[in-house]
C-alpha cells in the first residue's frame, strides 16, 4: 500500500529554524517533492530530491534518505508568511510510468509566531 | 506569465445540477491533471491527461468526468453533485520530458453545494 506520514502541526517561532519530518512507504520510489500551500491557495513547487542527500535552495532546504524512506524539509529564518501548509508527495515508480502520479501526504500546518 | 488557471475561483451549485469546472494553461504542458482536496486532507488524483489520453484513478465516481478539447484546457464535469462533492479542485499540469517533471497547480476552484 501507500503510505506517506507526516506530523500534523507545528509551531515555531519567528527567526528560528524547524525541520518537517516525512515517511513513506510506497511500492516504488522515483522522487520526492515539497509543497507549500497557504490557506485557501493552490501548492506550490519548494524542492524535489531523488538521491540521497540534502538540497539546499536560499532558506529552504530538503534532505533525502532512500534506504530509510525518509526526507526532512529545513526552513530557516522563519518568517510570519512561511505560516502555511507543507506537503509532502512521492512519486511511486509503479503508477508512474512516463507520467507523473504523486502521492501526497496530508500535510504539516505550520504556524509561525512572533 | 505562463501559469495554470482555473476559472472560476469560487463555485456554487445546487444538489444534483451538473457544473463544469475549467483549467487552461499556457506551459505548453502535455499532461493535465484534476484533484481533489477537502479540509484539513491531501489532494486525491481523480484523473489526468496525457496528451489525449485520458487516465482515470479506479476510485473516482462515475459522477466525475472530463475533457481536454486541446493542449490548453481541460473541464472537470460533475455530472449530479453530491454534498461529499463541496470541495477545493485543484488543476495540475506538468511536462513529462523535462527532467524532474514537475507538477504546477492552478488556484483552485472551491465549490460549494447546497
Known amino acids: 500500500g501507500q503510505n506517506i506520514d507526516q506530523p500534523t502541526e507545528m509551531t515555531a517561532t519567528e527567526g528560528a529554524i524547524v525541520q518537517i519530518n516525512c515517511t513513506y512507504q510506497?511500492?516504488?520510489?522515483?522522487?520526492l517533492f515539497w509543497y507549500q500551500q497557504h490557506a485557501g491557495e493552490a501548492p506550490t513547487f519548494l524542492s524535489y530530491?531523488?538521491?540521497?542527500g540534502l538540497e539546499e535552495k536560499g532558506r529552504f532546504s530538503s534532505f533525502l534518505s532512500r534506504s530509510k524512506g525518509y526526507s526532512y524539509l529545513l526552513l530557516k529564518e522563519l518568517q510570519m508568511k512561511d505560516s502555511a501548509s507543507y506537503l509532502c508527495?512521492?512519486?511511486?515508480?509503479?503508477?508512474?510510468?512516463?507520467?507523473?502520479?504523486?502521492?501526497f501526504g496530508t500535510g504539516t500546518l505550520l504556524a509561525v509566531q512572533p | 506569465d505562463a501559469m495554470v488557471i482555473q476559472n472560476p475561483r469560487y463555485q456554487v451549485t445546487q444538489f444534483g445540477k451538473p457544473v463544469t469546472l475549467s483549467c487552461s494553461q499556457t506551459l505548453n504542458h502535455n499532461v493535465m491533471y484534476w484533484y481533489q482536496q477537502k479540509s484539513s486532507q491531501a489532494p486525491k488524483l481523480l484523473f489526468h491527461y496525457y496528451d489525449k489520453d485520458f487516465n482515470n484513478e479506479a476510485d473516482t465516481p462515475d459522477n466525475f468526468q472530463s475533457r481536454r478539447p486541446n493542449t490548453s484546457f481541460c473541464f472537470l464535469d460533475i455530472r449530479s453533485p453530491g454534498l461529499g462533492d463541496a470541495a477545493m479542485y485543484l488543476c495540475?499540469?506538468?511536462?513529462?520530458?523535462?527532467?524532474?517533471?514537475?507538477?504546477?497547480f492552478g488556484a483552485g476552484t472551491r465549490l460549494s453545494v447546497l
Open positions: 495540475a499540469t506538468s511536462r513529462v520530458q523535462l527532467a524532474k517533471n514537475i507538477q504546477y
Open positions: 530530491n531523488v538521491l540521497d
Open positions: 508527495a512521492v512519486r511511486d515508480q509503479e503508477y508512474g510510468g512516463a507520467t507523473n502520479k504523486l502521492i
Open positions: 510506497t511500492s516504488g520510489f522515483n522522487g
